[in-house]
C-alpha cells in the first residue's frame, strides 16, 4: 500500500493513507477475482483506472500508476535473474577442479 502512496506523492497528487490502503486492496481482489487472466494482462491497469475514477482522481494516472508498479516488478525480476546467474556462475566455476 505505501508504493500506491509513493507513486501518488511523486506525482503531486493529494492521496492519503487510508485512500491508498483502499486502492491497494481492492486492486488486489480485483485481480485475484480475475485469475483466470494470464500474467494478469490488463487487469492491473483497468482496476487501477476504474478505482481512480470512483474517488475521484484522473483515471489517467491509475494506468500511469499501474506502469510504474509493472516497472518496478520488471526491475526485481531482471535483479532475481541477475542473482541467479551470478550464484551460478560462481557455483561452477568451485568445482571446476
Known amino acids: ?15 492519503g493513507y487510508l485512500e491508498a490502503y483502499l486502492i491497494g486492496g481492492l486492486v ?12 494478469e494482462v490488463g487487469t492491473k491497469e483497468g ?14 494516472l491509475g494506468v500511469y500508476t499501474a506502469i510504474v508498479t509493472r516497472l518496478r516488478d520488471l526491475v526485481w525480476i531482471g535483479l532475481g535473474l541477475l542473482l541467479v546467474w551470478s550464484a551460478g556462475r560462481s557455483a561452477a566455476t568451485e568445482s571446476v577442479p
Not at 500500500?1 to 492521496?15: C, H, Q, R
Not at 480485483?30 to 494470464?38: A, D, G, W
Open 1 to 15: 500500500m505505501a508504493e500506491y502512496y509513493l507513486i501518488a506523492l511523486s506525482i503531486g497528487l493529494p492521496m
Open 47 to 60: 482496476s487501477l483506472y476504474l478505482l481512480f475514477q470512483l474517488l475521484g482522481f484522473d483515471p489517467h
Open 28 to 39: 488486489s481482489l480485483i485481480q485475484n477475482v480475475l485469475f483466470v487472466v494470464p500474467f
